[in-house]
């Protein structure tokens, strides 16, 4: 064990290298966060992780009140969490409270805030992780206390030791597959890009000068590659396996 | 070592210093630093793929210590392309090594990789993957002048000090933050399923209402977006940072 005193993320990197499982890690994880005073963590995986064999799951791993955990899921919250839908869009780690982006909330979302405070789940940060082929995973950690101090240097710390816990977790699972990288061609992302500025097949067809059936056929490629029914999930998909930027 | 001149060399330390390094190059200039502390040698920072959300185009580094003289060959011989490591990027999950002097290379590509790469004097290398939302992809390779491979400690000491980097990056060079669009809560939901692939009855079915409401909401949704089409108004709300993909 290394001594407490010497600079936390160093200290973590090192500790979560000799993980030997995935409860080991949790423990040390907690401990490192702890320090930094968020004693509640959840980890979800926001995407299919495929080359590890893992699905998408709501809390993998946590220590979030149980009976919290019960009334989100009854309450149907998973699709509603405004701290998951920004753990999709932000680039950092960001704190909950935010009134830049709570501005923007519904009224349920709003209230959703309100009670995982009263839950216990105060002063609470997100935090993305990406990995390979557009697999999104995220942090969620609080305070059962509050009145944390979310400084710069705070919510760098978190992010950091977050980004070595899921480069530690992904190495414990060990890549079960290898996934090649989608590459589109030159038409389907034409295809891609003009139903994105929302033109139909035929008005596409009379942009690039070729037939309507080219552009089936194309289409039709596309949506069987990236596995989804219309070029809407084509396009959703596309941008997370990082094929496309919008 | 003592205690301090440990705790001067720490990572703490390092993003410490980085944070408040008034713009983007001298945060850079921090991270070369703290990476030459740790027996790295040149430092070069690539947007791989378009970052729309800074407005920037995919550049080959856009911030090095590599001579330009040297950037501007690779970059000629069209190893932005080829140059195996990029694949590497592509495939890894966080940092990985790459050694352009071990084994033989499979292609005629890789050997102009592996000679460029020898000429800067690297002989292993860190290779970071930096992802942002929206599918963008950049990097930060680190040179090592060293035939040893790396300490998996100092792997993820270059990895942590890039990814700290590169959120500065992105803070500072973020473009204006798009026009704010509130949605209703059923307009979120229809958006969501809608990016799943689901047709307008399907949706009607997943939310336990009528097409004809799920339609309501949905030419709201088109309205608020200024779009044309469902799948348009996807691609709009991914690049608004409104959508959960």
């Not at chain 1, 753990?87 to 909330?105: E, I």
């Not at chain 1, 034409?190 to 067809?205: D, F, N, T």
């Not at chain 1, 000068?209 to 396009?235: I, K, Q």
Request: aromatic share 6%.
């Amino acid at each position: 064990l290394i001594a407490k005193g010497f600079p936390l993320i160093d200290r973590f990197i090192e500790v979560s290298l000799s993980c030997k499982s995935q409860d080991e890690l949790f423990v040390a994880f907690r401990a490192a966060m702890g320090e930094l005073g968020f004693d509640r963590l959840i980890v979800s995986l926001m995407t299919d992780h495929t080359r590890f064999g893992l699905n998408a799951q709501h809390g993998i791993v946590g220590n979030y009140p149980a009976d919290w955990m019960q009334f989100y899921v009854a309450s149907g919250y998973e699709e509603l969490d405004p701290v998951r839908q920004w753990v999709v869009t932000a680039d950092g780690p960001f704190a909950w409270r935010d009134p830049a982006r709570n501005g923007l909330l519904s009224r349920i979302q709003r209230n959703l805030l309100h009670e995982a405070e009263d839950a216990g789940l105060k002063d609470g940060v997100g935090i993305p992780l990406r990995g390979a082929h557009g697999a999104l995973a995220g942090v969620g950690a609080a305070s059962s206390v509050g009145r944390l101090s979310l400084t710069p240097t705070i919510m760098a710390h978190a992010q950091l030791i977050a980004h070595q816990y899921y480069a530690a977790y992904l190495t414990l699972h060990s890549a079960k597959r290898r996934v090649s990288p989608v590459l589109l061609s030159t038409h389907e992302r034409e295809v891609l890009k003009w139903s994105a500025e929302g033109k139909s097949k035929r008005e596409i067809a009379a942009i690039l000068g070729v037939s309507r059936h080219t552009v089936d056929y194309h289409c039709r490629r596309l949506l069987e590659r990236l596995d989804v029914p219309n070029v809407t999930a084509a396009l959703m998909r596309a941008v997370q396996m990082g094929a496309l930027q919008l | 070592v003592s205690e301090a001149a440990r705790r001067a060399q720490s990572l703490d330390d390092a993003i410490a210093v980085a944070s408040r390094a008034p713009s983007t190059e001298e945060a850079f200039a921090t991270l070369v630093a703290a990476l030459r502390a740790r027996r790295f040698e040149h430092v070069c920072f690539s947007l791989v793929t378009d970052h729309p959300a800074l407005a920037l185009s995919a550049a080959f580094a856009l911030l090095g210590t590599c001579p330009s003289d040297w950037v501007e060959r690779y970059r000629a011989t069209g190893l932005v392309q080829t140059d195996p490591l990029w694949r590497r990027l592509y495939e890894a999950e966080h940092a990985v090594e790459y050694r352009p002097l071990s084994g033989t290379a499979a292609t005629a590509a890789a050997r102009a990789a592996f000679t460029a790469w020898g000429e800067l004097g690297c002989r292993s290398a860190v290779v970071v993957p930096l992802r942002s939302s929206g599918g963008a992809l950049a990097a930060l390779i680190a040179t090592s002048p060293s035939d040893r491979s790396l300490d998996p400690a100092e792997l993820c000491a270059a990895s942590l000090l890039s990814v700290h980097f590169h959120g500065l990056y992105l803070q500072r060079r973020a473009a204006p933050a798009p026009a704010e669009v509130a949605l209703t809560d059923a307009e979120r939901q229809v958006l969501i399923w809608s990016a799943r692939g689901k047709t307008k009855k399907e949706i009607a079915i997943v939310l336990g209402t009528s097409p004809h409401t799920v339609d309501y909401h949905q030419r709201k949704l088109l309205k608020k977006l200024a779009v044309s089409s469902v799948a348009a108004a996807v691609a709009r709300a991914i690049a608004l940072r409104l959508l959960l993909q």
